[in-house]
C-alpha cells in the first residue's frame, strides 16, 4: 500500500509499505483522512517528548476511516510501525470513537487530538465554571481556535484569544473571542501581563497554554485566586521561569493536559460534544485536504505554521 514512511528521522516520503495486519485487540482501518500535528512533525523528527519510535514506521497519529464492518471512526492509536498517514492501517480497537454520517471526514479529524485537546482542558482539568474569564494562549492555532469557540460553549463570560499572527487572531475574534492580545517579542514580562489584565478586564480565571516559554509565565501573572493553567504543550519552549508569587500568593494551579491519559469514557463523551457542536454549526474548524502524495510539502507548512488551518493528507 502507499504509505509516508519515516525511513531516517526527518520528513516521512511517499513510499510502498507492507499491509497491516491485525493481532489481538486490533483492527484494520480503510483511511479516509489523517490529521497532520505538531507531534506527528516531533515523532519523524525523533525528537518527541517522551521517547523516539524505531524507524521505519508510518507517520500519522490520527485519522478518520472505515472497518470492514461498514462502521466510520476515528481512530489515534495506530500499533507500530503503521500509522495514519497511509491506506490503511492496524489501530487498537479500544480507541476507536465512532463518527457522525453528515460529519465531515476533515472537520471530524481536527475534533480529535486538536478538539480533545481544546476541549477536554476546558471542560474536565479546569471545569471551566459560567462567567468565567478565560485566556487561550497559542489562539492562532489549530487547538487555540477550537478552546476559543469552546470556554463559549461552556459558558465562560469572556474570552481573550492571544498569539503572534495578527491575520490568525482577527479569525479569533469573528469565531467569538472578547479581546485579542497580540504578542511579539517586543511585548513580554511584565507589559504582557498587563496586557492579558486590561483584554480581561481584570484578572483571569483560566488560562489555556500549548505554549509554556514566555507567554505562560506572563499569563500566570495574569490569573486570580483560584485561577488555573492548563498546560498543553510547548511551542513556544520547554522552559518558562516562574515566579513563586504567581502561584503561592493566588492558590494557583498548573494542571498538565495529555489526550493520552484521558479515560475512555471521558474522551468518548467529550468527542461526541465536538461533533455535535460542529453538526449545529456552533464550532467551526478550518481545513485544507492535501493528497499523500504531497506529505512533504504538508510538512513544510506544518513546520512553519498553517495559521490556524487543519491540515489534512488524503490517502
Ligand atoms: N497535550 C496534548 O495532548 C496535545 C494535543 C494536541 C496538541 N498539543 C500541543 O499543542 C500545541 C498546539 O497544537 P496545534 O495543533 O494548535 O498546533 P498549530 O496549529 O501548529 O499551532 C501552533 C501554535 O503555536 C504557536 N507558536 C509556535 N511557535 C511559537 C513561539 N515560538 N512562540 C509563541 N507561539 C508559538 C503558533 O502561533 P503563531 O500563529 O503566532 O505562530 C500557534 O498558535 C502544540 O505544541 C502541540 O504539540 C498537545
Not at 474548524?285 to 510538512?299: C, G, K, M, Q, Y
Not at 506544518?302 to 495559521?307: D, E, H, I, L, N
Request: proline share 6%; with cysteine; glycine share 14%.
Amino acid at each position: 500500500m502507499r504509505a509516508a514512511v519515516v525511513e531516517e528521522y526527518g520528513t516521512p516520503r511517499l513510499r510502498d509499505f507492507p499491509e497491516p495486519v491485525a493481532s489481538a485487540g486490533e483492527v484494520v482501518v480503510e483511511v479516509a483522512a489523517a490529521g497532520v500535528n505538531p507531534v506527528d512533525v516531533s515523532k519523524a523528527a525523533g525528537t518527541f517528548y517522551a521517547g523516539r519510535a524505531r524507524v521505519p514506521f508510518v507517520a500519522g497519529g490520527e485519522g478518520v476511516g472505515r472497518l470492514a464492518d461498514g462502521r466510520r471512526v476515528w481512530f489515534d492509536q495506530p500499533v507500530h510501525p503503521f500509522g495514519s498517514m497511509a491506506e490503511r492501517a492496524a489501530v487498537l480497537e479500544s480507541g476507536l470513537l465512532p463518527v457522525p454520517d453528515r460529519l465531515d471526514d476533515g472537520v471530524a479529524v481536527t475534533l480529535g487530538i486538536a478538539g480533545l485537546a481544546a476541549w477536554l482542558p476546558l471542560s474536565w482539568r479546569a471545569r471551566v465554571e459560567p462567567g468565567e474569564t478565560v485566556l487561550v494562549l497559542g489562539a492562532t492555532g489549530v487547538l487555540g481556535r477550537i478552546a476559543v469557540q469552546g470556554a463559549k460553549l461552556l459558558g465562560a463570560g469572556r474570552v481573550v484569544a492571544a498569539g503572534r499572527d495578527a491575520e490568525a487572531l482577527a479569525r479569533a475574534a469573528e469565531l467569538g473571542a472578547d479581546a485579542t492580545v497580540r504578542f511579539d517579542g517586543e511585548v513580554a514580562g511584565e507589559d504582557l501581563t498587563d496586557a492579558f489584565r486590561a483584554a480581561a478586564g481584570g484578572s483571569v480565571d483560566v488560562v489555556i497554554d500549548p505554549l509554556w516559554g514566555e507567554p505562560a509565565a506572563a499569563a500566570l501573572g495574569a490569573l486570580g485566586p483560584g485561577g488555573r493553567l492548563i498546560q498543553i504543550g510547548q511551542s513556544a519552549g520547554p522552559l518558562a521561569s516562574i515566579p513563586s508569587a504567581a502561584i503561592r500568593g493566588k492558590l494557583a494551579e498548573i494542571r498538565g493536559h495529555t489526550n493520552f491519559l484521558v479515560p475512555p469514557e471521558e474522551k468518548a463523551a467529550a468527542y461526541a460534544a465536538l461533533c455535535e457542536h460542529a453538526l449545529a454549526g456552533r464550532l467551526t474548524v478550518d481545513v485544507e485536504r492535501l493528497p499523500l502524495s504531497e506529505v512533504e510539502r504538508a510538512w513544510e507548512r506544518q513546520r512553519a505554521g498553517t495559521g490556524g488551518t487543519k491540515l489534512v493528507l488524503v490517502p
